[in-house]
């Protein structure tokens, strides 16, 4: 019984660190990532991979900006919008699963905006600009995780469109088209399809 308590106890803490450490702003938001993200578990390749809900969060004002967080990837940052859409996600150390890519998650410098892409000349782009590179985090028992998005569509797939908001320099990720519009932001190309 004391082993069970002592085994639970220290889980708990690990668990506390790994969320804490993730984040670098005392304005950051933490989330409850290990129960609530994940939705289902599925095998493509012969491999497992986790499809999780990704969630938006929104800081307006001078440093008005949209981010995502799906599992300890990305960063949430403001207050919480809700998750609008599912990822997959896969060992880092393995190629991301036939039919899809790798997606990054990008930070600015000063949180002024967060752009997630799959184009590694983008990416890299970005990282000579300063932006922080939110990609791929080390998980329990140091399994690195990271994030994928599918190339086409498929059954439970929508796209996932893209758009920036040049007043704020702000990217929106949506899979509703109308938002992004109605929220005055220029449309800037479909990034992939996700899961709703």
Request: charged share 20%; glycine share 10%; aromatic share 12%.
């Amino acid at each position: 019984m004391k082993a069970t308590l002592k085994s639970s106890i220290a889980f708990t803490a690990i668990l506390a660190v790994l969320t804490l450490t993730s984040c670098e702003k005392d304005e950051l938001t933490l989330e409850n990532t290990v129960s609530e993200d994940v939705n289902t578990t599925s095998e493509i390749n012969g491999k497992a991979n986790t499809i999780s809900a990704v969630s938006r969060y929104y800081s307006g004002g001078p440093n008005t900006v949209h981010t995502y967080r799906v599992l300890n990837l990305g960063i949430g940052i403001g207050t919480y919008e809700g998750r609008p859409f599912k990822l997959g996600t896969y060992d880092y150390i393995s190629a991301p699963p036939s039919g899809t890519k790798q997606l990054f998650f990008l930070l600015a410098p000063g949180n002024r905006d967060f752009v997630m892409t799959t184009s590694s000349a983008e990416k890299s782009n970005l990282l000579r600009r300063g932006f922080r590179d939110y990609s791929v985090r080390t998980l329990f028992g140091n399994i690195k995780k990271a994030a994928y998005i599918h190339n086409s569509g498929g059954s439970g797939r929508v796209k996932l469109y893209r758009f920036y908001g040049s007043s704020n320099t702000d990217h929106l990720y949506t899979t509703n088209y109308n938002e992004g519009v109605g929220a005055g932001y220029a449309y800037e190309g479909v990034v992939g399809y996700v899961y709703r």
